[in-house]
């Protein structure tokens, strides 16, 4: 089993600190921009969350595919990272760039620049968090790995949500628009830096085995006839969601139908009449514990995300203190470095599937009490919501470690590993919660009457802000919980499957 060098670990957790640069920014400020500033309606936004979540569900998998079949003497995963860089800085200052044009015009660019962020974050994240499976042999040190990649991307969050307001201000000097683009300028510029720095520091030591017959040009192809597949139950979801009326229900029931039939034909069918692709996704379908994560991954980051996703209008309105969003923020991600440091030493000790369970409950627990606070009480926002955090913390280092003991499952069972489409799903599906989540928090403040560029809508609005802030996330992570119940692997199973794994390897 391959112990990894702490200077490889810290190198790692530089790459989601830039990352976070991008991810935590977009998730906790762009809502907030597009409605406050760049003067999008909130019912414009929240479609635009979600229709570019549509996009999400295509290019990761086939960004997972592609990297799963890359070869160059740096790896199949880092050469992306560096590739993806630049593109990923520009997109970043682009989406938070207001140029002057009509309603339309404006919507218009919104989706081009959203679109390319997300674009650009999948070609940059995806092979980034593949990365973590193939870096060593051993799921504890994964643990581990996970534990400095998330304490790296809570210090990248911190660095925007933190200091972006006053940053804005600074930079701004009264005009918003401006401020937000110049602070991009500075964020951009560091996270070029940090993911070069985890290019040069980070190395790949696990081999899949290579299947002789696999074309990656062949199963894109398979792939792009199968898209329906991958869209429809997205769009179906997304009409749902968004309308919430017969006929997007009917749509629902119909397509949800219909892809169950499709999935029990093609996993019934035999590995010799199905294509690379196909037997790719047949090996993910039955693979119980990723089936699971992926639940769980959607489920923990609605709860995390809808959370932060109100953070700004919370502070602007019901508190009636925009900048003290910022301190929250600190104070919020200094204890998320801890919970993510923690997780290694309490999964060691109880086990990781138990230690997801509670951090889900007493997270929970104390997100819902959030509806008791008076309004104006900062003492009581602050230690409830440090405490919620330091166990939510642990849900995202649970997540994509345990996505990697997916995939050791996964080649144990079907003595074929597809760690760029295991992990490619999870970061998908992260995506797509915190698209959703965003969506919802704009919905939910859309139907108490909000309108950002109209101050007589605020005071009916609040009612929307506090339940936000509270039992709508809470619920989430309640619903996670109990289907962590069901997750099949255990500590012990883990390591009799790397074992086996390493036998199979030296044999081969």
Not at 255 to 271: C, D, Q
Not at 446 to 461: E, K, L, P, R
Request: proline share 3%; with cysteine.
């Amino acid at each position: 089993m391959t112990k990894l060098p702490f200077y490889e670990k810290v190198g790692y957790a530089m790459g989601d600190a830039a990352a976070n640069l991008v991810w935590r920014g977009a998730l906790a400020y762009l809502a907030v921009f597009y409605t406050d500033t760049f003067g999008l309606t909130a019912a414009a936004a929240a479609m635009l969350f979600l229709v570019v979540r549509l996009s999400d569900g295509v290019t990761d998998i086939v960004m997972g595919m592609i990297a799963d079949r890359t070869n160059t003497r740096w790896g199949k995963f880092r050469p992306w990272i560096l590739w993806s860089t630049p593109v990923l800085g520009l997109f970043m200052v682009l989406c938070f760039t207001t140029p002057n044009f009509s309603d339309n015009g404006k919507l218009v660019y919104a989706y081009f620049t959203y679109i390319g962020l997300t674009l650009a974050y999948t070609l940059n994240n995806v092979p980034y968090s593949a990365l973590m499976g193939v870096m060593t042999d051993s799921d504890t040190e994964r643990t581990s790995l996970s534990g400095f990649r998330f304490a790296g991307a809570f210090l990248g969050g911190l660095l925007v949500m933190g200091f972006l307001p006053e940053l804005v201000a600074y930079f701004g000097n009264g005009n918003d628009a401006q401020g937000y683009q110049y602070t991009m300028y500075v964020f951009a510029s560091l996270l070029i830096a940090l993911m070069v720095i985890t290019f040069a520091t980070t190395k790949e030591r696990v081999e899949a085995p290579i299947d002789p017959n696999s074309n990656l040009k062949t199963e894109l192809w398979d792939l792009t006839k199968n898209l329906p597949f991958i869209i429809l139950p997205l769009l179906s979801i997304t009409l749902f969601f968004y309308y919430r009326e017969i006929y997007s229900g009917i749509f629902f029931v119909v397509v949800m139908t219909a892809m169950a039939l499709v999935i029990k034909k093609l996993i019934n069918n035999t590995p010799e009449n199905m294509t690379g692709t196909q037997r790719d996704m047949v090996d993910l379908l039955t693979n119980k514990p990723w089936l699971i994560l992926l639940a769980m991954g959607f489920l923990t980051m609605m709860f995390n995300g809808i959370k932060y996703g109100v953070i700004a209008y919370y502070f602007k309105y019901y508190v009636g203190d925009e900048l003290m969003a910022g301190q929250y923020f600190i104070a919020l991600l200094v204890v998320s470095i801890l919970g993510a440091l923690a997780t290694e030493h309490l999964s060691k000790w109880l086990g990781k599937k138990k230690v997801f369970i509670i951090s889900l409950i007493l997270s929970g627990l104390l997100t819902g009490a959030f509806y008791w606070i008076p309004q104006g009480n900062i003492t009581a926002i602050f230690v409830l919501g440090c405490s919620a955090e330091f166990f939510a913390a642990m849900m995202p280092t649970l997540f994509f470690t345990m996505l990697g003991d997916s995939a050791d499952y996964s080649e144990w069972k079907n003595k074929r590993r597809a760690t760029g489409l295991i992990y490619s799903a999870g970061t998908f599906v992260q995506k797509t919660g915190g698209g959703f989540a965003g969506a919802l928090v704009l919905v939910v403040l859309a139907s108490y009457g909000y309108n950002g560029m109209d101050v007589s809508t605020i005071d009916q609005s609040l009612p929307g802000m506090q339940l936000l802030m509270s039992w709508i996330p809470a619920s989430f992570a309640f619903i996670a919980a109990g289907l962590m119940v069901l997750y099949p692997l255990t500590s012990q199973q883990n390591a009799l499957i790397g074992s086996e794994l390493m036998r199979r390897r030296i044999e081969n």
